[in-house]
């Protein structure tokens, strides 16, 4: 792919805020600065919670996950794990070599992936409620993105949904919590929204029209967003609580309905690496792109 100039460029804004997810669907971790790999950002949903029969569990069925806190901790090497009222569990951020694999599910994908042992699914248990276990990627596995929305760019993911990156605006977070003060309702947080990359300086919902995002690392960056990102009802769970109102969901309902995705309400948009896997990103970083009209 070629490098691409700013003074090209339709729309110019920089990185607001970055954000890392270690365990799928649990809390999230804002970072300063993170490196792009092909899966995504560093770290980013590279473990996912199970039950028995290695089906993913998600906030959809047990809210209070997102109230478990990863930490990166890379001078011990380790993930610590917080939760109300337990004790800390650590977990080794080397991937495994070898060890026990369970095949599990997530959506339409059954991959075997890297038990992470008794001690970690008693801990997860004890927090959900009930019998599970957590496990790790392996990143030997092959998990793609479908191909219809990346311009034919071959992605691998790990735990995510279907796609490396979610990218957003804050305009967008604004322009809701607007909405919802205008409704006499409370303003909320957009890490509801669980994106990996939030934009300053777009309009709102812009990147619903850009394909390609650039940034200027040491490596010129491209991320090729593509298929609109589809909302379930972990918006309406506050993540400082983990109670639930169908406030946003039904809020976003009212103009959200996005016709790319036959009426489907829509927030946000998923992504693939085009091209600078192994830069680092980080907030206040120029990013540009040219709008597109289908």
């Known amino acids: 792919m070629n490098t691409f100039g700013f003074d090209q460029a339709d729309v110019t804004g920089t990185i607001g805020a970055l954000w890392v997810f270690p365990i799928k669907s649990c809390a999230g971790i804002s970072v300063t600065e993170a490196r792009l790999l092909p899966t995504g950002l560093e770290w980013d949903r590279a473990w996912m919670v199970v039950d028995p029969d290695g089906q993913f569990i998600t906030q959809r069925e047990v ?26 569990l650590s ?4 991937v495994p070599a070898e060890g026990p694999q369970r095949q599990v599910q997530v959506w339409e ?11 970690a699914a008693h801990w997860f ?5 009930r019998p599970c276990r957590l496990v790790r990627y392996d990143l030997e596995q092959a998990r793609w993105s479908g191909t219809k929305w990346t311009g034919g760019i071959q992605a691998p993911n790990q735990f995510a949904d279907g796609y490396p990156l979610l990218v957003t605006t804050r305009a967008a977070f604004d322009a809701l919590n607007g909405r919802l003060q205008a409704q006499g309702r409370q303003p909320v947080d957009g890490l509801r929204f669980r994106a990996n990359l939030v934009l300053d300086g777009l309009a709102e919902h812009e990147e619903d029209f850009i394909e390609t995002l650039w940034l200027p690392a040491p490596e010129p960056v491209a991320i090729r967003l593509g298929k609109p990102c589809s909302r379930c009802p972990i918006p309406d769970i506050d993540p400082a609580t983990a109670v639930s109102s169908h406030d946003v969901g039904d809020t ?10 036959d009426g489907a309400i829509t927030f946000g948009m998923n992504a693939v690496v085009a091209q600078g896997a192994g830069q680092v ?5 120029a990013v540009a792109g040219l709008l597109k009209f289908d």
């Open 91 to 94: 977990l080794s951020l080397a």
């Open 63 to 88: 809210a209070h996950m997102v109230l478990v806190q990863p930490r990166i901790d890379t001078a011990h090497g380790v993930l610590r794990v917080g939760f109300p009222g337990q004790p800390e």
């Open 281 to 285: 990103l980080h907030v206040g970083q």
């Open 252 to 261: 976003i309902a009212k103009y959200r309905q996005d016709a790319r995705l």
């Open 109 to 119: 994908s059954r991959v075997p992936a890297w038990d992470a042992g008794d001690e």
């Open 125 to 129: 248990s004890q927090v959900l409620g």
